[in-house]
């Protein structure tokens, strides 16, 4: 079993729409948590941190559920430039080595 | 503001043959990283520097060397290279080890005929 799985996808969304992308991961020693985007051919940058409570930043909110050890990521009102793969992020007892990717759920909002 | 630099960008090789990827990163940032991306499998890494002086295997060490030159560079060496190692490889940065903000380069495509 892979330490982080994710639904490869491709979502094909309308402009407007709402999108939810879960992730799981098997460690559960794991301490943080992450969504990073990335856009065709392009480096990953950073999106945003899950925290345990929950968070929020503009159209994307981010969840975690440490006891079924999963974390989500929610677009609002889906724009084209949303269109990227998103790509969940473990750390492992926050070491530099134990940073484990997903292998990104793709998103494709059409117009 | 050039963040993370990598070279080439591109580049083909035959099997057996060596090549050296560069990365330099100017924002002072302490650990250094060296992914390698495939299809449905996601980033994994190779091998990182948590500092200056240290180099630690990652998960896919088997085939790579590399150098923490100083604290601006972290080098990615493939001494006789495999088809498996067709890849994209990203050199990322992060101001301290464990980091969530990591910062990559823009990548290299290499081919390994």
């Known amino acids: 079993r892979k330490e982080v799985e994710q639904d490869p996808g491709p979502f094909n969304v309308p402009e407007g729409a709402t999108v939810a992308f879960n992730c799981t991961y098997s460690n559960s020693a794991s301490q943080s948590f992450f969504w990073y985007r990335q856009d065709c051919r392009k480096e990953p940058k950073l999106l945003m941190s899950?925290?345990?409570s929950g968070n929020e930043d503009g159209r994307f909110t981010a969840q975690l559920n440490r006891a079924s050890q999963y974390i989500s990521l929610l677009i609002r009102d889906s724009k084209l430039s949303d269109s990227a793969t998103y790509l969940c992020v473990v750390n492992i007892n926050n070491q530099g080595g134990k940073l484990i990717f997903g292998q990104g759920t793709e998103l494709s909002v059409k117009p | 503001n050039a963040g993370v630099t990598q070279t080439p960008k591109f580049q083909v090789l035959k099997t057996g043959q060596s090549m050296t990827l560069q990365c330099a990163q100017d924002m002072n940032h302490n650990s250094m990283y060296w992914y390698r991306q495939d299809p449905g499998m996601g980033l994994r890494l190779i091998y990182y520097?948590?500092?200056?002086?240290?180099?630690d295997k990652g998960e896919v060490p088997n085939g790579y060397n590399v150098s923490r030159l100083n604290k601006r560079e972290f080098s990615l060496r493939l001494e006789s290279a495999a088809p498996s190692q067709t890849s994209v490889y990203f050199c990322a940065s992060s101001e301290v080890e464990g980091s969530e903000k990591l910062f990559f380069g823009s990548g290299t495509q290499l081919s390994v005929l």
């Open positions: 520097s948590a500092s200056e002086g240290t180099t």
């Open positions: 899950v925290y345990s």
